[in-house]
C-alpha cells in the first residue's frame, strides 16, 4: 500500500461580482437589417411570392378564383345533398298526396258520367241555335232530312180479320188471268206460321199499289166480275163486305181462305149446302189450287160431312188430293178455307171481348 500523505490546505477563491446593468444593457440592440416577424396581409403574401416564386398578378389571381370556385362547389354539393336528403324524406308524402289526387279525378270523372248517362235522353231532344250576326243574304238554307215533308206510309186496308200485310189489286175485268196468277204467286211464297196476309181488291178507277183513296168492292161484285156462279139464295144474303187472303202454316206455306158476311144465317146456310158441289172449282180458279172436283153421284165418297172445329159445326170436304172446310164463325160471319188448321186460326179471332180474351 502507498502510504497517504496529507495535502496542505488551499486558501480560499474569490467569486467575482456581477457589474449593474445599465439601461443599454436592457433593451438590445437590433440592427436596421435584422428581420422581425410582421403580420401577414394578402398584399405581403403577393409580394413574398412575387419576389419568391417568380410568380405573377395573373397567376396569383386565377389561383385565388380557383380556390374561390371550389369552395362554392363544396357549398353546392353540400346543399344539394341536403336539399336530396329533405326530398327523400318527403316522398311518402307526395306519393300519397298524387294517390289521393288520382282518387278525386276519378270520382269526379264518374258522376259526370252517370250524370251524362242520365240527362242524355233530355239533352239530345233539345235543340240549340245561334244567333246569325252576318249580313241577310237572299240564299235559302237547305232543309235538314227532318224537315223535308214524307208521305206517311199508307196503312193496312180495314179487313174482318186482323191482317200483319196484305196485297192490293185492281179488279179489272179485261187482267182477269193476270189477277189469278198473282193470288197463285202470293200463295206458293208462303208465310210465317199464323201470319195474315189480306188479298185487297179496288175498284178499277183505283191503282193496285199505293192509292190513296181506295174504292173498296163489294161481294157480289167480286163474284160477278170473275164469273164466279154462286147459288142465288146466298147471293141475296151476302152483305158487302167480305175478306179474301192468306194465313201462314208451318213449313211456311199459305192456306188460302174466303170471309163472307151475311144478313141470315138460315138463308146463308141454306146456299152454302147448295154451292158445295162448286167450292173446290172456285178455290182452284181464284187461289190456284188442285182440289179435286166433288162426285155428284150417290156415292159418299167425295162429299162434304159434318164435324167439329174449335167448338163449332162444321162441314169439310178431304181428299186425297185436298180439303175444302167451312163454319160459321157467328150467326153473320162465314169461314171457307183449305185446311182444318187454318180454320182452327181463324176462329178464335172473330170470339173476343173487349178486353181481347177469348169467350
Known sequence: MEPIIPRPPQPPQKI???????????????????????????????????NQQNESLVSIALAAEKQKAAREQAKAQEMLAEKKAGT??????????????VLGVVIILGVLGGGGVLLWPKISTLTFSFPNFGKPTDQKETPLPSDIPTKPAQPLAPSLAPAQSEKRLALDINNLQGIFSTIATERIAGLTEKEIRNIYFVGTG?????????????????????????PNILSRSLETSFMTGLVGESGNTATPFVILKVSSR????????????????????????????????KSAVGKFRDTVVWKHDTRIFENGGGTIVYAFADAKTIIITSSKNALETLLPLFHKNTDGNLH
Open 16 to 50: 467575482p461580482v456581477p457589474k449593474p446593468l445599465g439601461e443599454a444593457h436592457l433593451v438590445p440592440k437590433v440592427a436596421p437589417s435584422s428581420t422581425l416577424l410582421r403580420i401577414r396581409t394578402m398584399k405581403s403574401d403577393s409580394a413574398i411570392a412575387i
Open 88 to 101: 327523400q324524406t318527403a316522398h311518402p308524402t307526395h306519393k300519397r298526396g298524387r294517390i289521393f289526387i
Open 206 to 230: 183505283s191503282s193496285s199499289e199505293g192509292s190513296e183513296a181506295p174504292a173498296p168492292i163489294s161481294a157480289r161484285q167480286l163474284f160477278s166480275t170473275l164469273g164466279i156462279s154462286i
Open 266 to 297: 138460315d138463308s146463308a146456310f141454306a146456299g152454302m149446302l147448295e154451292w158445295e158441289s162448286g167450292l173446290p172449282n172456285f178455290f182452284n180458279t181464284f187461289f190456284g189450287t188442285t182440289i179435286p172436283h166433288i162426285s155428284t153421284g
